[in-house]
């Protein structure tokens, strides 16, 4: 392009010089315009004429290896778990201080909850890679006692008293906007069978509506991925979140009219209704869950 460019420069050029030279101009101007022709030359090779214009694109999300690990609180030990928890927040935020993980983050299940759910908390790490998550799985007693008090250290020894440890489940985030708003709804997707790319590619274009969602207010944050371990129907095979920063926003944003504003501010000639069945006649719902943050590192 920039080629085509130089090529329209110096033709334009020539046109006007010969027509100068037709009308007998003089050796000063010939030789300033002669000048005017190696200046939009160099213009025109550098590209600061443009001949062009892309339309932007989102920008790619990095993907993240999340670790999710569900917490039963043994019952009256409410306080002392919060206790264990921040005893083991410094050593997360040692983690991360160090590169071996991007983040933590203590969750609070707000539906489901009472004595019957399976679960009450949640803690995530963030990875950037499986190199740091096998790592992560050599971690010694030796390490995550570094520097801590005594009092820190029986806090930490109390930690199986205080909870049980339901389960541990592996996330890949594969698309997000500014994830990590306070509230999260948690929807877990299993896409039917041989439509996974097709959902994927469903949410890669609904990824700008979400942009536009959170500039509009409407809702914080966005995420989309894959559930990687354990596998079954039951569980589903992707999972995406709506964040916002009240209870009263996310009680709001379940009417989906924001959804609807936002995707016309995107795709104005696109057919919303169409866009939405098209993606839920490729996905069931197997779960959606509200929590609320507790506590993370910096």
């Not at 489901?112 to 499986?130: C, H, L, Q, W």
């Not at 590619?201 to 809702?219: D, W, Y």
């Amino acid at each position: 392009m920039k080629k085509l460019s130089l090529l329209f420069c110096l033709e334009t050029a020539r046109l006007i010089f010969y027509n100068k030279i037709n009308k007998s101009f003089s050796m000063r101007n010939t030789k300033s315009f002669f000048l005017t022709i190696k200046a939009l030359a160099l213009i025109a090779l550098y590209g600061l004429i443009p001949v062009e214009v892309k339309a932007q694109t989102p920008s790619a999300t990095e993907p993240v290896y999340i670790q999710r690990e569900y917490m039963k609180v043994a019952p009256g030990m409410r306080d002392d778990y919060l206790k264990v928890e921040q005893v083991w927040k410094a050593v997360h935020q040692r983690r991360k201080d160090e590169g071996k993980i991007l983040g933590w983050t203590l969750y609070r299940s707000i539906y489901p909850s009472g004595t019957n759910a399976e679960y009450d908390y949640m803690t995530v790490i963030r990875f950037k890679s499986g190199k740091e998550l096998e790592e992560a799985g050599k971690m010694t007693w030796d390490y995550i006692t570094q520097g801590m008090s005594k009092e820190d250290l029986a806090i930490a020894d109390n930690t199986g008293e205080t909870r049980n440890l339901v389960a541990t489940h592996l996330y890949l985030m594969t698309e997000s906007v500014t994830p990590g708003a306070a509230f999260m709804k948690l929807t877990q997707l299993q896409a039917v069978s041989g439509k996974g790319t097709e959902l994927e590619q469903h949410e890669k274009m609904m990824k700008p509506v979400f942009e536009a969602a959170t500039k509009m207010g409407s809702i914080a944050s966005w995420t989309f991925g894959k559930h990687l371990y354990p596998y079954s129907p039951e569980l589903g095979n992707y999972y995406r979140i709506i964040g916002t920063n009240s209870l009263d926003d996310m009680l709001k944003a379940e009417s989906n009219v924001y959804l609807e504003a936002a995707f016309k501010k995107v795709y104005p000639t696109k057919d919303y209704a169409a866009t939405m069945k098209a993606i839920r006649e490729i996905i069931s719902i197997k779960s959606n869950e509200l929590w609320v943050i507790v506590d993370s590192t910096k």
